[in-house]
């Protein structure tokens, strides 16, 4: 049999495409610059980032904002050299080339929407609504710019490479080191503003600077999911067929050796655990839960109580800071423990799915083998009373205790996949088969779960259920 390249392998990019994402980078810099000087038009506060070069360029006989702005990422330039030393990468010396670029794009760009400035003499009932609206389409020109850059996934601007060393160094989570940073950078924009113009300019420095902190970062997050498209445009047509050419040779020519693997999702009290206990025994599969905490802990260097604590546990509070704060890195640069957990857990997941057939409980499994051929996805859910009295029997708690630990625990689990999904965890169109469990019994729910598996025409290896 010929053989063909796994779905859930990584990919090596030829040298078009290679090529394809850094002319686009090219362009997404402009929209990223555009988006930043569109926002300062607005005259209610440049974004973070832009203070130090916006209120430099306006002291009289200065340079532009361009020049400040070449000069800035200099600097976070030589900062990441002596932060990460030998963990610096040669490639991203390339980040001098595109500040430079950049810098020439901001004063472009500032030139640009020089016209598009609201007049000073209309009056402010008019001009503050305007102004606004001129600033949330700047942030959002922005946020797409930086959605884009992600999605290109090939040099990153000095700007977000600066903290990205911290975090590192630190060992912290990105965005809460960007948000320090971005601070930091306003702090610096103020103190320029004082020394040379001796008063505070809301203009420079004001209410578009915190709006920007907080919007952008939304805003990248709501328009992530949304620009696939861009793949068209970097990955080159040739490559897009071969790819789907592969997957498609691969199911069907690999049908017979395509391992089945059966993701459980479950609300907490559902009994999702004990399904899929009783599915492993039926089938001869082995059962993937708890036992996914060693193995990251043990890939990660932390101990399996600091994983079991940190994984699918996002507080509502956890969730705000996520949405607000900078997302413009891929998860995998990031060396916060949340983003390095799920990380470790996907790759070990699609190594499960690759080598053996298999049950896997949680850990947004369903999502992260959307794409693999063999994969049935099982979601478990149950009435409020019929969870509260099993988690009453199992832990010892009074109807009130085991009712709130119901509610905290599906909260962190569906805040958990939204973060990492931008889907809803109760959507019953991300699975194949959802069972309620105050409805039928633990037997009746693997009875119903092997119907699915029998109708389908692959092979079940591991065993039948007579």
């Known amino acids: 049999m010929e053989n063909h390249e796994s779905p859930l392998q990584p990919r090596k990019r030829g040298t078009q495409e290679v090529v394809r994402r850094y002319l686009s980078f090219v362009l997404i810099l402009f929209i990223?610059?555009?988006?930043?000087?569109?926002?300062?038009?607005?005259?209610?506060?440049?974004?973070?980032?832009?203070?130090?070069?916006?209120?430099?360029?306006?002291v009289p006989g200065a340079w532009s904002m361009g020049r400040y702005v070449m000069c800035m990422h200099i600097f976070f330039i030589l900062a990441q050299i002596l932060l990460l030393r030998r963990n610096y990468k040669k490639i991203q010396l390339l980040q001098i080339l595109v500040s430079v670029l950049f810098g020439w794009y901001t004063d472009v760009t500032m030139w640009m929407t020089s016209y598009l400035q609201v007049p000073s003499t209309?009056?402010?009932?008019?001009?503050?609504?305007?102004?606004?609206?001129?600033?949330?389409?700047?942030?959002?020109?922005?946020?797409?710019?930086?959605?884009?850059?992600?999605?290109?996934?090939?040099?990153?601007?000095?700007?977000?490479?600066?903290?990205?060393?911290?975090?590192?160094?630190?060992?912290?989570?990105?965005?809460?080191?960007?948000?320090?940073?971005?601070?930091?950078?306003?702090?610096?924009?103020?103190?320029?503003?004082?020394?040379?113009?001796?008063?505070?300019?809301?203009?420079?420095?004001?209410?578009?600077?915190?709006?920007?902190?907080?919007?952008?970062?939304?805003?990248?997050?709501?328009?992530?999911?949304?620009?696939?498209?861009?793949?068209?445009?970097?990955?080159?047509?040739?490559?897009?067929?071969?790819?789907?050419?592969?997957?498609?040779?691969?199911?069907?020519?690999?049908?017979?050796?395509?391992?089945?693997?059966?993701?459980?999702?479950?609300q907490y009290g559902s009994g999702g655990h004990t399904i899929g206990e009783d599915l492993s025994k039926v089938l001869g599969y082995p059962l993937y839960d708890r036992n996914l905490i060693d193995i990251t802990a043990k890939s990660l260097g932390y101990s399996p109580q600091k994983v079991a604590h940190e994984e699918q546990n996002i507080s509502n509070q956890k969730l705000w800071q996520y949405i607000f704060?900078?997302?413009?890195?891929?998860?995998?640069?990031?060396?916060?423990?949340?983003?390095?957990?799920?990380?470790?857990?996907?790759?070990?997941?699609?190594?499960?799915?690759?080598?053996?057939?298999?049950?896997?409980?949680?850990?947004?499994?369903?999502?992260?083998?959307?794409?693999?051929?063999?994969?049935?996805?099982?979601?478990?859910?149950?009435?409020?009373?019929?969870?509260?009295?099993k988690i009453m029997a199992k832990d010892g708690l009074s109807y009130e205790q085991a009712a709130r630990k119901i509610e905290q625990v599906n909260r962190g689990r569906a805040n958990h996949y939204w973060k990492y999904t931008n889907r809803r965890w109760l959507d019953a169109s991300n699975y194949d088969l959802v069972i309620n469990t105050s409805r039928m019994t633990t037997d009746q729910a693997v009875s119903v779960i092997l119907t699915l598996l029998r109708s389908n025409k692959r092979s079940i290896h591991g065993g039948q259920a007579g």
Request: glycine fraction near 6%.
């Open 32 to 58: 990223i610059a555009f988006g930043t000087s569109l926002s300062i038009r607005a005259n209610l506060g440049s974004s973070p980032i832009s203070c130090p070069p916006y209120v430099l360029s306006l």
């Open 122 to 266: 209309l009056a402010v009932s008019i001009a503050y609504p305007l102004r606004f609206i001129e600033l949330l389409i700047g942030g959002g020109i922005l946020a797409l710019g930086i959605a884009l850059e992600v999605r290109c996934d090939s040099l990153m601007l000095a700007g977000e490479g600066f903290p990205l060393a911290i975090a590192k160094v630190v060992k912290r989570d990105f965005g809460k080191v960007k948000i320090c940073s971005d601070t930091a950078l306003v702090c610096v924009g103020a103190i320029f503003m004082l020394i040379f113009f001796g008063q505070w300019h809301w203009d420079m420095i004001g209410v578009g600077t915190l709006v920007s902190m907080l919007y952008v970062g939304f805003m990248v997050r709501v328009l992530s999911p949304h620009i696939q498209w861009a793949d068209y445009v970097f990955i080159p047509s040739s490559t897009r067929h071969q790819l789907a050419l592969a997957k498609k040779a691969y199911t069907l020519t690999s049908q017979s050796h395509l391992h089945t693997v059966i993701t459980i999702s479950r």
């Open 325 to 389: 704060a900078d997302s413009s890195i891929p998860e995998s640069m990031n060396p916060s423990q949340d983003d390095a957990i799920f990380v470790s857990q996907s790759r070990t997941i699609r190594e499960l799915a690759s080598e053996h057939d298999c049950i896997i409980v949680g850990r947004v499994a369903d999502w992260i083998l959307r794409d693999y051929p063999g994969v049935y996805r099982i979601f478990v859910t149950s009435d409020e009373e019929t969870a509260v009295q």
